[in-house]
């Protein structure tokens, strides 16, 4: 009897360890598992680095920030909003508002239907030193006055120095600032971005007569709209407050300006076309300030 039962003790351990190998075995087969779900869970990534590789370059006219993350460049006259983050924004410091510029960016999906510009790269195109002048040759400037300056522009009542080049005509010099061009033959100052946007100048001679003047500008203008002339007292405060006369006539596309004025001990008679539009804004605040430094050469 005893040995019997010695014999079925060993028969239960022998099955019970049997049992346990086999529940030890099954609980380590599920820890392999996780690897393949991770791998699944990382594979949307590589198709947003491919989606922002895609770089678009362009190029336009800066114009303005709308808010501390998004600034606004004007490209072929339609106006577009670009996100600028942290690192880009130092690349902005030395660009003015209405500075040619070239630039980089790419389109970052939000959701299915909505995607940001994201500012990558910017650059300033030209230095006014030698794009603004009209000329075509740095020598054709002879003036003996300092080839750049710094001129104080008003825009929508914020006052800033923005830089300027030295132009030289026949009878004259002035500064004109970036987003300008100058053609010296022509006499004519023109907005790079519209060349619609322009400025006839005239030397006059020294017994020009007012009167006469009066009333051509009148003519010109009366082919545009009801002409108006504006007096000293609305000029008082503003940077064409010494002009000798200042007409004006307008429609629904455009504005015209014809406006006497004495520089420099000689009188100037400017023909101005500002037509309808975004960069109107800051064409004639531009005008001014350049004009306002014409001296005799």
Known sequence: MRKGNTTKVSTTLVVLLMGFSLVACGSTAPEIQPSVNNTKESSPVPEQQTEERNVIEAEGILTGWADPHTVEIRVKDQAMSFQVEEEMQKSLDDIDDEDSVRFKYVERSVDASTKQLVLTGITKIGSPAKDNSGAGEEDAVTSDRPKTSELEVTVEGITEKRPAALAQAEGYSF???????????????TMKVNPAYKVGIEKLPADFNLDNLKMNAKEELSKTGEVKQVTGEQLSSGPMKDARLFMMSQNEKKTQYVIVKELDGNGFIFHVNAPVGEPSEGFLPMVYASVNTIMNE
Not at 175 to 189: T, V
């Open 175 to 189: 500064y004109i600032l970036e987003p300008m061009a100058f053609d010296a033959k022509e006499h004519e100052l």
